[in-house]
């Protein structure tokens, strides 16, 4: 298992930029497909992007294509999500997943390890 602890999250207004970035621990995080979710209050936690182990490969959610990009450094054990032109809706807290199926996946169940979570908090 890996160890994931994000950081990055904040207040920002309807418009703005934020970039979360999420520490792992471990020597075998560059063998991992990595994801972030999000999870709004009342509601169910829900896919907002993922990367494979390599990095050449992404997914994201319809909501947030054009305005998020994920990426890595594996040499750094760091997955990035920079977030533009947030909007009220990404209001959420944003959790960072590992996968030991290598590629990218959309399913929270394909995702094993999970960090504590970062608040996103976007202002109209």
């Known amino acids: 298992q890996v160890q994931l602890v994000e950081s990055g999250g904040g207040l920002v207004q309807a418009g703005g930029s934020l970039r979360l970035s999420c520490a792992a621990s471990?020597?075998?995080?560059?063998?991992?497909?990595m994801g972030w979710f999000r999870q709004a209050p009342g509601k169910e936690r829900e896919f907002v992007a993922s990367?494979?182990?390599?990095?050449?490969?992404?997914d994201y959610a319809d909501s947030v294509k054009g305005r998020f990009t994920i990426s890595r450094d594996n040499a750094k054990n760091t997955l990035y999500l920079q977030m533009n032109n947030l909007k009220p809706e990404d209001t959420a807290v944003y959790y960072c997943?590992?996968?030991?199926?290598?590629?990218?996946?959309?399913?929270?169940?394909?995702?094993?390890?999970w960090g504590q979570g970062t608040q996103v908090t976007v202002s109209s």
């Open positions: 471990g020597r075998t995080f560059s063998s991992y497909a």
């Open positions: 997943a590992a996968s030991a199926l290598r590629y990218y996946s959309s399913s929270s169940s394909d995702f094993g390890s």
């Open positions: 990367i494979s182990w390599y990095a050449r490969s992404a």
